[in-house]
């Protein structure tokens, strides 16, 4: 429950295929996969702006899927992302892309998984929204997989680091992010 693991390689390589494989979303093809029944994960895709109504303000989108919670616990959990007074009742479509991926940490955070996997999370972050994403990382008490490019949040939140290559498979990576960008530097060179 206290891995914080980085998932790190060139674009295309499958990382995002890697996180679906896990989760379930596509089948395996070969190996196998099992999750526990009791296991709670939260999952944010790159494209969870995707899961979102538009038409739907933060408020109706958390009532939607938590039909039996009460507006005032709605709204103090949104509050705890910064969706606050009227922003919350505001259509997303009227939202920035980070108010509006505070809205995707809400939903899935809403049910307080053990795992959290974050496929690029830090898109349309700003940097102010990506430092105060880390803190609340940082104090999270699950598991966190993370596929990111962003180096800065990778060596602020992981402690394990796996390279997925096409060629190689999913190898740990023994050393820290700027270690691993060193030697991605080196390989460059070498070419």
């Known amino acids: 429950m206290d891995t ?5 390689g060139p674009n295309g390589a ?3 295929t890697l996180v679906k494989t896990l989760i379930g979303q596509i089948e395996n093809l070969n190996g196998y996969r ?7 994960v939260g999952v944010f895709t790159q494209h969870h702006m995707d899961m979102l109504d538009s038409r739907l303000s933060p408020v ?13 616990a709605i ?7 910064g969706i606050s007074g009227n922003l919350a009742l505001r259509p997303m479509y009227l939202l920035s892309g980070g108010q509006k991926s505070r809205v995707s940490f809400s939903l899935i ?18 940097f102010d929204a990506i430092n105060a994403l880390i803190v609340a990382l940082n104090n999270y008490e699950g598991g966190l997989v ?11 939140l992981c402690d394990r680091i796996y390279v997925i290559d096409q060629s190689t498979g999913v190898n740990q990576f023994d050393r820290d992010i700027d270690d691993y960008r060193k ?9």
Request: charge should be positive.
């Open 146 to 156: 993370v596929v990111s490019h962003d180096q800065y949040f990778l060596s602020a």
């Open 34 to 40: 099992f999750i526990h029944g009791k296991l709670r």
């Open 183 to 191: 030697y991605l530097l080196a390989r460059a060179a070498k070419k």
């Open 109 to 126: 955070t809403w049910n307080k998984p053990h795992i959290l996997m974050l496929d690029e999370p830090t898109n349309h972050l700003d």
């Open 14 to 16: 499958g990382k995002s």
């Open 75 to 81: 709204r103090a959990h949104l509050g705890s992302f």
């Open 60 to 72: 109706e989108q958390l009532m939607k899927a938590n039909p039996d919670e009460t507006g005032e």
């Open 4 to 8: 914080r693991i980085a998932m790190v």
